[in-house]
T-cell receptor, first 115, second 109 residues
Framework: ETGVTQTPRHLVMGMTNKKSLKCEQH?????MYWYKQSAKKPLELMFV???????ENNSVPSRFSPECPNSSHLFLHLHTLQPEDSALYLC??????????????FGPGTRLTVL | GQNIDQPTEMTATEGAIVQINCTYQ??????LFWYQQHAGEAPTFLSY??LDGLEEKGRFSSFLSRSKGYSYLLLKELQMKDSASYLC??????????WGAGTKLIIKP
């Protein structure tokens, strides 16, 4: 257990569905992250929130919409996804985004399949 | 562009030693991380190096040479549970984490 939980663990959705991924951290951290992990590719950073403000958005398509209602919770809202969006979506948190030694702690991920 | 290179897959024998290499070209350097990720699980933090040299933590050690843009993770007395992917990541001058694609380590009895 890393102190970061994600639900659901697995999700299958059609291209016209709307769904949301949830992440919760119990570590008292100030920063939270969404990553996409595809097979044999580096982790792709999608969004970063620091103290509940979105500080990075790495050219992610608008069909992905993040929400951070407080420093412990992070959501990723999904709509009209494409089959190429199928991947493992990882949430992470860290104490201080701006520090060199700042370590990110990951949740177990949501395995998303888009049909 | 920024780049992290690590071997895609390695195989080793239980009880042996294995070295997983990572080379990087990044805009600046503010530290290098190693993570372990078992299949279907969260990546978990193993080590952080910011100064040159070897850091030892039990059976795992991590080495850094900033002048060569090079790091390795050394795993001793391999156990079957060490079968996992090992991810190398470098923090650049903007404090962004740049990730490698990971090395899948297979341990055979």
């Amino acid at each position: 257990e890393t102190g970061v939980t994600q639900t659901p663990r697995h999700l299958v959705m059609g291209m016209t569905n709307k769904k949301s991924l949830k992440c919760e951290q119990h570590l008292g951290h100030n920063a939270m992250y969404w990553y996409k992990q595809s097979a044999k590719k580096p982790l792709e950073l999608m969004f970063v929130y620091s103290l509940e403000e979105r500080v990075e958005n790495n050219s992610v398509p608008s069909r992905f919409s993040p929400e951070c209602p407080n420093s412990s919770h992070l959501f990723l809202h999904l709509h009209t996804l494409q089959p190429e969006d199928s991947a493992l979506y990882l949430c992470a948190s860290s104490q201080d985004k701006g520090a060199g030694s700042d370590t990110q702690y990951f949740g177990p991920g949501t395995r998303l399949t888009v049909l | 562009g920024q780049n992290i290179d690590q071997p895609t897959e390695m195989t080793a024998t239980e009880g042996a030693i294995v070295q997983i290499n990572c080379t990087y070209q990044t805009s600046g350097f503010n530290g290098l991380f190693w993570y372990q990720q078992h299949a279907g699980e969260a990546p978990t933090f193993l080590s952080y190096n910011v100064l040159d040299g070897l850091e030892e933590k039990g059976r795992f050690s991590s080495f850094l040479s900033r002048s060569k843009g090079y790091s390795y993770l050394l795993l001793k007395e391999l156990q079957m549970k060490d079968s996992a992917s090992y991810l190398c990541a470098v923090r650049d001058s903007n404090y962004q984490l740049i990730w490698g694609a990971g090395t899948k380590l297979i341990i055979k009895p």
